[in-house]
């Protein structure tokens, strides 16, 4: 008995610092990145994604991935997620196999995301502030692995409420996420060379200083450029400057 009591002090300490990083990481990016890091001692997941609601356009946006490349822009129904659940407007953390139907299993995440990625379980917390949404947290298992147990939900629910308090900082003052360059490189899989064009942008360089720079064609410069909006998904400097930090 005084061995499982202390086997849970450890554990309570462990979720008290995490729920500490919750609130203390100012970058909801890298508090995403930790709170993964935390969890890992208690649940055993292969990737993992955070998504901010955006009320305005009913849909997420990406925060943080984790070891799978995650869209920047995605529904409830890309991921899987019931919209009877998303109803209910309560904090909640749910296994795919709590709530999987046939119909589910039919469903676009499933014969996508799922499959592209090799995903067989998953497990999410749905995190709603005042009854609205502002978030979702998804953690995967690749094909071949159990599915998630009831310890590993529990640890869930007890960091659940903390985190719809945080992400409802981040939606209620409509916070932008914005990605350090390194971030960008890893997270959109930016070339060498998009990469050089895209610091230059941040720098304030026009096409014509760039090509300069570069010692390349103000053409093959607008094709880097193209090239970096297609895959931030944005069609302007503007753009840019709202999703990526000039500073790294």
Same mark, same amino acid.
């Given at each position: 008995m005084?061995?499982?009591?202390?086997?849970?002090?450890?554990?309570?300490?462990?979720?008290?610092?995490?729920?500490?990083?919750?609130? #203390?990481?100012?970058?909801?990016?890298?508090m995403?990145?930790?709170?993964?890091?935390?969890?890992?001692?208690?649940?055993?997941?292969?990737? #993992?994604?955070?998504?901010?609601?955006?009320?305005?356009?009913?849909?997420?946006?990406?925060?943080?991935?984790?070891?799978?490349?995650?869209?920047?822009h995605?529904?409830?129904?890309e991921?899987?997620?019931?919209?009877?659940?998303?109803?209910?407007?309560?904090?909640?953390?749910?296994?795919?196999?709590d709530?999987?139907?046939?119909?589910?299993?039919?469903?676009?995440?499933?014969?996508?995301?799922?499959?592209?990625?090799?995903?067989?379980?998953?497990?999410?917390?749905?995190?709603?502030?005042?009854?609205?949404?502002?978030?979702?947290?998804?953690?995967?298992?690749?094909?071949?692995?159990?599915?998630?147990?009831?310890d590993?939900?529990?640890?869930?629910?007890?960091?659940?409420?903390?985190?719809?308090l945080?992400?409802?900082?981040?939606?209620? #003052?409509?916070?932008?996420?914005?990605?350090?360059?390194?971030e960008?490189?890893?997270r959109?899989?930016?070339?060498?060379?998009?990469?050089?064009?895209?610091?230059?942008m941040? #720098?304030?360089?026009?096409?014509?200083?760039?090509?300069?720079?570069?010692?390349i064609?103000?053409?093959?410069?607008?094709k880097?450029?193209?090239?970096?909006?297609?895959?931030?998904?944005?069609?302007s400097?503007?753009?840019?400057?709202?999703?990526?930090?000039?500073?790294?």
């Amino acid at each position: 008995m005084s061995i499982v009591s202390e086997s849970w002090y450890g554990k309570l300490a462990v979720i008290s610092d995490i729920i500490l990083k919750i609130y #203390a990481t100012h970058q909801v990016g890298d508090m995403a990145n930790r709170l993964f890091e935390g969890m890992r001692m208690f649940v055993d997941f292969d990737a #993992a994604d955070l998504y901010l609601y955006n009320e305005a356009e009913e849909n997420y946006t990406l925060c943080s991935s984790l070891q799978y490349h995650a869209k920047e822009h995605t529904t409830s129904e890309e991921l899987g997620i019931d919209q009877s659940l998303l109803e209910k407007k309560i904090n909640l953390v749910y296994r795919d196999s709590d709530y999987m139907t046939e119909q589910l299993e039919n469903k676009k995440s499933h014969n996508s995301m799922y499959r592209r990625n090799q995903f067989q379980y998953g497990l999410h917390m749905l995190l709603v502030y005042e009854a609205k949404q502002v978030g979702v947290i998804n953690l995967y298992r690749f094909m071949g692995k159990p599915d998630f147990d009831y310890d590993e939900l529990s640890v869930c629910n007890m960091l659940k409420e903390h985190l719809a308090l945080r992400l409802s900082s981040e939606v209620m #003052a409509g916070i932008e996420i914005k990605y350090t360059v390194s971030e960008v490189v890893d997270r959109f899989g930016l070339t060498p060379r998009e990469t050089q064009v895209l610091k230059n942008m941040l #720098a304030g360089k026009d096409n014509y200083q760039i090509s300069d720079d570069m010692m390349i064609s103000t053409f093959t410069i607008k094709k880097h450029i193209l090239n970096i909006y297609r895959k931030l998904e944005i069609s302007s400097r503007t753009q840019l400057f709202k999703k990526v930090k000039e500073y790294e």
